[in-house]
């Protein structure tokens, strides 16, 4: 299994920045998938969790409405379209899943929301 973020970056409140994951080496169309973040000297914390065909998604409050997780099953890639962005979001992001009760991240992707 093998997981790869990318579109992190440098932006000011308000901007915008979407985030990728490729997948490898598993089936992609057959599992749920996940973004996490991890911010400075705080615990990992789930953001947006996607099924398998995409017809379940659901958010971290506090990205609701600002967050959008989708998932390219042909292309093997999950997304996660980041708007109005906070000081807050700032946090290195990775992508997740788990198969057969394994856990499997990314290498990870920093955000950082700064004027």
């Known amino acids: 299994v093998h997981l790869v973020e990318s579109g992190g970056g440098l932006v000011q409140p308000g901007e915008s920045l979407r985030l990728s994951c490729a997948g490898s080496?598993?089936?992609?169309?057959?599992?749920?998938m996940r973004w996490y973040r991890q911010a400075p000297g705080k615990e990992r914390e789930q953001v947006a969790y996607?099924?398998?065909?995409?017809?379940?998604?659901t958010y971290k409050d506090s990205v609701k409405g600002r967050f959008t997780i989708s998932r390219d099953n042909a292309e093997e890639k999950m997304y996660l379209q980041m708007n109005n962005l906070k000081p807050e979001d700032t946090a290195v992001y990775y992508c997740h899943l788990r198969i057969n009760g394994e856990r499997y991240w990314g290498q990870g992707i920093r955000v950082t929301v700064s004027s």
């Open positions: 996607i099924s398998n065909r995409g017809g379940t998604r």
């Open positions: 080496g598993f089936s992609f169309s057959a599992v749920d």
